[in-house]
């Protein structure tokens, strides 16, 4: 119990230490909720016109307009989150590898990857989050039913599950440079994996679409992120979601799992810049 009010009391510094820097620099803070406040609207400006040429989006089975915006909402909160709490640190985390910087983290008293990955806090992230949630209301007050108070938490859950899968791919992508000296095309990587997390899973079809859902799905498991989620949110009595919501939570445990595993190869691989 000490150990984790020593890591709270810790976080809390950062989380306070941060605030503090971004009201330091308010106009960048502004700067930074707007231009992704923009982003979300441009992204809703498109979808409003998608609909308008068709009903749904995907197969038979397709997302219906308030259900999809449901499940842009849903990528809009896990997205947040993770701009949020990590995908600063992770950044920087390359750099402390690079520059030698790492070396006073390691002397610190506390485990390194909480270190690495909680230092800053993005509050501008905040403006993404709120507009993910508004949506997410708006939508769900449009549909046929309403989510029960088991399907909030189990909303919740899988939101964390899914905040937990991106982080484990960008720690085990930051750690790499440890070997690899520079891997900003491989950081870039998170990127360019993540965009087929933006989309239901029914939009991959046939000879080429398959291949992407399962690779996806099973072995880098991103399209369970805001999939599962948004489809216990709209759709809890659908059979299929039963076993994917336990493959979830199966994929997040291995993916966090196999990137301390990484993290810790990579401890153990690194050198110091003035070794």
């Given at each position: 119990m000490s150990n984790i009010t020593t890591y709270w009391r810790v976080f809390r510094t950062f989380a306070r230490?941060?605030?503090?820097?971004?009201?330091?620099?308010?106009?960048?803070?502004?700067?930074?909720?707007?231009?992704?406040?923009?982003?979300?609207?441009?992204?809703?400006?498109?979808?409003?016109?998608?609909?308008?040429f068709t009903n749904s989006i995907g197969d038979h089975t397709g997302w219906g307009r308030y259900e999809f915006y449901a499940f842009f909402s849903?990528?809009?909160?896990?997205?947040?989150?993770?701009?949020m709490f990590f995908m600063t640190n992770i950044d920087e985390f390359t750099d402390l590898i690079r520059t030698g910087g790492l070396d006073f983290l390691l002397l610190k008293p506390i485990d390194t990857q909480f270190m690495i990955s909680l230092r800053r806090i993005?509050?501008?992230?905040?403006?993404?989050?709120?507009?993910?949630?508004?949506?997410?209301?708006?939508?769900?007050?449009?549909?046929?039913?309403l989510?029960?108070?088991?399907?909030?938490?189990?909303?919740?859950?899988?939101?964390?599950?899914?905040?937990a899968i991106y982080y484990s791919l960008m720690i085990t992508l930051g750690a790499s440079t440890v070997?690899?000296?520079?891997?900003?095309?491989?950081?870039?990587?998170?990127?360019?994996?993540?965009?087929?997390?933006?989309?239901?899973?029914?939009?991959?079809?046939?000879?080429?679409?398959?291949?992407?859902?399962?690779?996806?799905?099973?072995?880098?498991?991103?399209?369970?992120?805001?999939?599962?989620?948004?489809?216990?949110?709209?759709r809890p009595l659908e059979s299929q979601n039963g076993w994917l919501a336990g493959f979830a939570l199966l994929a997040t445990a291995a993916s966090v799992a196999a990137s301390r595993w990484v993290f810790l190869k990579?401890?153990?691989g690194y050198r110091s810049a003035s070794s």
């Open positions: 230490n941060s605030l503090i820097r971004d009201m330091t620099f308010r106009s960048n803070f502004i700067i930074d909720s707007i231009s992704s406040l923009a982003w979300v609207f441009l992204n809703v400006v498109l979808y409003l016109q998608v609909f308008r849903t990528g809009l909160i896990v997205n947040a989150l993770a701009q993005e509050w501008s992230s905040l403006s993404n989050l709120a507009a993910g949630i508004i949506v997410l209301v708006y939508s769900m007050t449009r549909l046929p039913h989510p029960g108070m088991g399907q909030c938490v189990l909303y919740g859950v899988y939101l964390i599950c899914g905040v070997w690899m000296g520079r891997n900003l095309t491989l950081y870039d990587f998170w990127f360019y994996i993540t965009t087929f997390s933006r989309y239901p899973m029914e939009i991959y079809t046939g000879q080429l679409g398959r291949p992407l859902r399962f690779a996806f799905t099973f072995i880098i498991p991103v399209l369970i992120v805001v999939n599962i989620p948004a489809r216990l949110m709209v990579a401890l153990a």
